[in-house]
């Protein structure tokens, strides 16, 4: 596994246990399109608002969502969550288990385009 790529807590079980979740996976697939508040993931997802909190908490505990600050026109803010993965891959191969976990890169660009989009 590489090291920069989820909390060094995080070990083979915790990431396949939260995958084998559906609501995790819609929520991660949800994410990787657009930021979205927990509101809107309950909304997207059919599941209950404390049920979301829960599954972006493990999320969050082993770096595969992100939380961020999203402006809203009235002035306030509301936090919204993006996913952080980029690839899960497992390989078995000459008697070895290896695993990878890839995290989405951060372009600056395309950050600063998405906040632009939001005013």
């Known amino acids: 596994m590489t090291e920069d790529a989820v909390s060094e807590d995080a070990d083979l079980a915790d990431v396949v246990g939260l995958l084998d979740d559906e609501h995790v996976r819609s ?13 809107e993931l309950g909304e997207r ?4 608002v404390s049920s979301i909190y829960r599954r972006v908490d ?3 505990d082993i770096d595969l969502l992100e939380e ?11 936090t919204v969550y993006v996913s952080a993965l980029d690839r899960f ?20 660009a395309d950050e600063l385009s998405r ?5």
């Open 68 to 78: 961020r600050t999203r402006p809203r026109s009235d002035g306030h803010h509301e």
């Open 58 to 60: 493990e999320l969050r």
């Open 45 to 48: 997802c059919d599941v209950s």
């Open 115 to 119: 906040m632009w989009g939001n005013f």
């Open 89 to 108: 891959e497992l390989t078995i191969r000459d008697g070895d288990l290896d695993w990878t976990v890839d995290r989405a890169g951060d372009d600056v």
């Open 27 to 39: 929520i991660l697939v949800a994410t990787s399109a657009e930021p979205l508040s927990a509101k």
